[in-house]
């Protein structure tokens, strides 16, 4: 495939654009508005953000090389380019980005988190348990470390660590065992021997329910490769923030490791800390944000047997209601 060539797939369904869309939309309809996309993908919240607010600008950050330039195709053929700048970057380098670019704060804050459809649908790049592939998993393919590497160079207890804390996986510790076991006769290199040794490695009993074996144990690994909860826990501070007071932040989460740290986060930021021996609120001392979801809000029925992809999404949000102190 050429560099200028489309990358093929199929047709880009971005999970819960409706309410997201919604949320956000308000911080994004005046003029010079900035919306940060920071995990562009495909560029599908994006677009239908700067279709809806001909005055927005969008600043979207991907990892991926390959996300950006369909990403950069789409936001073009829908005539908004000169709206947008698209840079390499993870969402953690978001405070770095802002000030390259000069700008002191933003209306909006977009976070989809998880592996994109492009990453899925594109076998070789390791992601997927269900297709024979090299054992990658890198957002950003020059990132020094591969899947390959955490699986033949890690301890039996390192890995165990990763798989249970990661994968919620209650065969950890069996799985690990048995990639230790098998990599002494050879490395692994290609997904399709390790989705199969996880599943030879889980009690027949358990195979029968919770879909795929290797789920839990590819989800681990993606993330230690990614550094995707470091970088999360790292990342929602800042955005927080770069927000203008009435700002707004949604993020999309697709697993309970990455929600419970946006419930903490944006919990902590409505939080009236005034000491509990005063007797009135302060005001320095009160909360900076404003939830705006009551929880984790799923995908609609409907949503979901349209884009089953969207059955474990969640959004939760939030507004800024005053600059901290």
Do not use: W
Not at 107 to 112: E, M, N, T
């Amino acid at each position: 495939m050429s560099s200028t060539e489309p990358i093929r797939h199929p047709v880009h369904v971005p999970v819960l654009l409706e309410r997201v869309t919604d949320i956000i939309g308000p911080a994004c309809a005046a003029e010079g508005a900035v919306l940060v996309d920071a995990t562009l993908g495909l560029a599908g919240h994006a677009l239908a953000m700067l279709d809806a607010h001909p005055g927005l600008r969008l600043v979207g950050l991907d990892r991926d090389p390959e996300a950006r330039a369909e990403a950069a195709r789409r936001i073009a053929v829908a005539g908004h380019s000169d709206r947008a700048t698209l840079v390499p970057a993870v969402f953690d380098e978001l405070p770095d980005v802002l000030e390259r670019l000069g700008i002191d704060q933003v209306q909006a804050v977009l976070f989809d988190l998880g592996v994109s459809s492009l990453q899925l649908d594109r076998p070789d790049r390791g992601f997927s348990y269900s297709a024979d592939a090299p054992l990658d998993m890198r957002m950003d393919p020059t990132a020094p470390r591969t899947a390959a590497d955490v699986v033949n160079t890690y301890s039996p207890g390192e890995l165990a660590r990763v798989l249970r804390v990661y994968g919620e996986e209650r065969f950890a510790s069996r799985i690990a065992k048995a990639i230790d076991r098998e990599r002494a006769r050879a490395p692994f290199t290609r997904t399709g021997r390790l989705a199969e040794l996880v599943r030879d490695s889980i009690p027949a009993a358990t195979r029968r329910t919770g879909g795929h074996p290797a789920k839990r144990t590819f989800q681990a690994l993606r993330i230690e490769v990614n550094d995707e909860l470091g970088a999360l826990t790292r990342a929602l501070p800042a955005a927080i923030d770069a927000l203008a007071v009435g700002g707004r932040i949604a993020v999309i989460t697709f697993h309970s490791l990455e929600d419970r740290i946006v419930k903490q986060t944006l919990a902590a930021g409505a939080l009236d800390r005034t000491p509990p021996e005063l007797p009135v609120p302060l005001p320095e001392h009160g909360p900076v944000l404003r939830l705006l979801t009551r929880g984790g809000e799923a995908a609609s029925e409907s949503e979901t047997a349209a884009n089953p992809r969207a059955a474990s999404a969640r959004v939760r949000a939030a507004e800024r209601i005053r600059r901290a102190a």
